[in-house]
Nanobody
């Protein structure tokens, strides 16, 4: 599975962006558990959001809950991260990740994901 993240850019505080993560290959993306992580300069990579392959349950970091929405379009093999009400502290490189059969207790752990996209830069100006 190859993942390609896109959609990053420069936006003012309060603005919106939608990130996309496209999967390539002969992949039934609908079976995959997908996540978004981010890494700000000088900080460790952190969990942002995840969506289960089975059932489509979603999970969010407290810092983005109510502002970000993760979704998927299985026909397009694409997972999205809609980011609204962006804040300067959301500035980071955003990575998408995927795996099969994730253990629910590990959905927020980057160690649980086997496949990673290359990252897309999101910069929020104040």
């Amino acid at each position: 599975v190859q993942l390609q993240a896109s959609g990053g850019g420069l936006v003012q505080a309060g603005g919106s962006l939608r990130l996309s993560c496209a999967a390539s290959g002969r992949t039934f993306i609908s079976s995959y558990d997908m996540g978004w992580f981010r890494q700000a300069p000088g900080k460790e990579r952190e969990f942002v959001a995840a969506i289960r392959g089975r059932g489509g349950s979603t999970y969010y970091a407290d810092s983005v809950k109510g502002r970000f929405t993760i979704s998927r379009d299985n026909a397009k093999k694409t997972v999205y991260l809609q980011m609204n009400s962006l804040k300067p502290e959301d500035t980071a490189v955003y990575y998408c990740a995927g795996t099969l059969g994730i253990i629910l207790s590990t959905v927020r752990s980057q160690m649980a994901y086997d496949y990673w996209g290359q990252g897309t830069q999101v910069t929020v100006s104040s």
